[in-house]
């Protein structure tokens, strides 16, 4: 089992920058898969960003690339989404998601571990 755990969300101006922590415990979460979804009102959650295991492979939405980046520190068990050039339509909750084995999640069907979410609001 994986406990997941967001933090870092918050309210910002547009063209600002906020940075997202995913702190995980339990099953050795250095060795697995994790993403950055989001979901706003309405709407599918969707993919933003993932990481493979070492970190050494990242992908990234389209709408985000060049303006997100995702990286994760396997000592500290913690996946960072840096997020910078905020713009209102990245409003939304922010998810991490964990897959069960060591590739990079880009699917939600492919998460079997979620945390509780965190806001993300961008004013214009």
């Known amino acids: 089992q994986v406990q997941l755990v967001e933090s870092g969300g918050g309210l910002v101006q547009a063209g600002g920058s906020l940075r997202l922590s995913c702190a995980g415990s339990?099953?050795?979460?250095?060795?697995?898969?994790m993403g950055w979804f989001r979901q706003a009102p309405g709407k599918e959650r969707e993919f933003v960003a993932a990481i493979n295991y070492s970190g050494s492979r990242t992908y990234y939405a389209d709408s985000v690339k060049g303006r997100f980046t995702i990286s994760r520190d396997n000592a500290k068990n913690t996946v960072y989404l840096q997020m910078n050039s905020l713009k209102p339509e990245d409003t939304a909750v922010y998810y991490c998601g964990a897959r069960k084995d060591s590739l990079a999640p880009t699917r939600p069907s492919e998460c079997a571990y979620w945390g509780q979410g965190t806001q993300v609001t961008v004013s214009s």
């Open positions: 339990g099953r050795t979460v250095s060795t697995t898969g």
